[in-house]
């Protein structure tokens, strides 16, 4: 039970709303101080120290700096033109955008909490201007940003594939099937609730041919963003990390010469931005390393994985079991901290069991992701409950039907491996 110690301390800290990073090192130091005296101290700072020392690391400030380089190189805004054009005369229409700019923005920022907070900022005031209920568009809001870090270059997608030793190229490319599923069953879910409650689309009359392409051409340059990136890293042109350089290169040529909104003031914003991000998210991933040191030393994941496998031997049961412990765990806990916790637990018992490495990594974003706008402590929730003040037992209420679309999705994406595989297996 002593070896366990530090596991239990870690999620009272968690409940305490203690920041995720001092979490996990705090756990991990009761460790090593008190319970392990025959390791040293400085070993275990020079272990601190080393987890940020990884090439493949370098990739997360570049995606992060991404996205603060497309919020003012006017690369959102053309998306958004672009959604409108295409489905703004549908039921519900300005809600079916929200949507499908998550999706288009997904290549691009990467993250759902950026996602969630821009369209809070850009299109919620627009929809609740139209009619739309303010709890119910907290909820799509919140609901389409869960699709961003599915769609490359998320950085969860790249986390994972750094703790599972999976290719960063692989994950990837196996991000736009279920991306889409997400996307198809929001709005299918969102086309219901609006024909019910008569939402007037954002558009009187369907956007011409004439607009739509002229529309298309503008939001061409931010399009191709993305698939440049698939490309280059399928053909060997450059590894993950160059690809986040090229990719900050390319948002900055577009927003300079192509949009012509990105200046030279803009710079100062960017990099604190991009510091902030940065910084966050490494303490969070160095902090993980030392506690999943005091995990390896303790033989936790082996213990687990065992416990899992005594449970079941039968694959699909299994993966049926993690998720409902994601999910669950994914309600009171931010979902990259979940991912990183829980991913060397898990994965030696699904591989064992013969889960495709790739498969998983799909199904525990997902899941997270899902967990993000999942109460009690969902971060994208939170963010735009934040923003847009909205009362959380409001927004828990208009969340529910879209929350079950994402459901069926997971389900779907669990049970079939080649669904998740078409893409990385065709290529």
């Known amino acids: 039970m002593e070896s366990y110690l530090p596991i239990i301390i870690l999620f009272v800290l968690f409940l305490l709303n203690i920041p995720i990073a001092f979490s996990l090192i705090a756990s991990s130091m009761v460790y090593f101080l008190f319970l392990n005296n025959s390791i040293p101290v400085s070993l275990v700072m ?3 120290i080393s987890s940020a020392e990884s090439f493949p690391l370098l990739a997360i400030p570049f995606f992060i700096m991404v996205g603060s380089v497309m919020n003012y190189a006017g690369i959102s805004r053309s998306l958004l033109a672009f959604a409108d054009a295409i489905i703004g005369h549908r039921t519900g229409g300005l ?20 996602d969630a907070a821009m369209q809070s900022k850009i299109l919620a005031p627009e929809m609740t201007k139209r009619g739309y209920d303010l709890p119910f568009t907290a ?18 997608l790249i986390i994972f594939a750094l703790l599972a030793n999976v290719s960063v190229h692989q994950m990837f490319i196996a991000g736009y099937v279920p991306a889409f599923l997400m996307a198809a069953s929001l709005m299918i879910t969102i086309a219901f609730i609006a024909r019910k409650r008569n939402y007037k689309p954002s558009r009187t009359e369907p956007a011409s041919a004439g607009e739509r392409w002229v529309a298309f051409l503008k939001a061409i340059p931010a399009l191709l963003i993305p698939f440049g990136i698939i490309l280059g890293m399928r053909f060997g042109l450059f590894t993950p990390t160059e690809a986040g350089a090229i990719a900050v290169l390319l948002c900055t040529i577009i927003g300079v010469f192509v949009y012509r909104q990105l200046e030279l003031r803009h710079l100062p914003m960017i990099m604190r931005e991009t510091v902030q991000g940065t910084s966050s998210v490494m303490f969070i991933i160095i902090g993980a390393m030392v506690f999943g040191y005091y995990m390896t030393l303790e033989q936790i994941p082996h213990n687990v994985a065992s416990a ?34 829980l991913t060397p637990l898990l994965l030696p018992a699904v591989l064992n069991l013969g889960v495709n490495p790739v498969h998983f990594g799909i199904i525990v974003i997902v899941n997270i992701m899902i967990g993000g706008v999942t109460p009690p402590f969902g971060s994208m929730m939170f963010t735009v409950c934040s923003i847009l003040k909205v009362r959380m037992v ?31 297996n065709l290529l």
């Open 394 to 424: 409001d927004f828990v209420r208009e969340v529910l039907p879209l929350l079950l679309a994402l459901f069926s999705v997971l389900m779907l994406l669990t049970f079939s491996e080649s669904l998740v595989m078409f893409l990385p």
């Open 95 to 114: 809600a079916q955008v929200n949507v499908a700019l998550s999706t288009l923005m997904g290549g691009i920022s990467g993250s759902a909490n950026a």
């Open 139 to 156: 909820a799509v809001t919140a609901a389409s940003s869960s699709i961003s870090p599915v769609i490359p270059p998320g950085i969860n």
């Open 308 to 341: 899992l496998i005594e449970l079941t031997d039968n694959k699909l049961l299994l993966l049926l079991l993690i998720n409902v412990l994601l999910l669950v765990v994914g309600m009171f806990i931010e979902g990259g901290a979940a991912m990183i916790i």
């Open 46 to 48: 020079q272990r601190f």
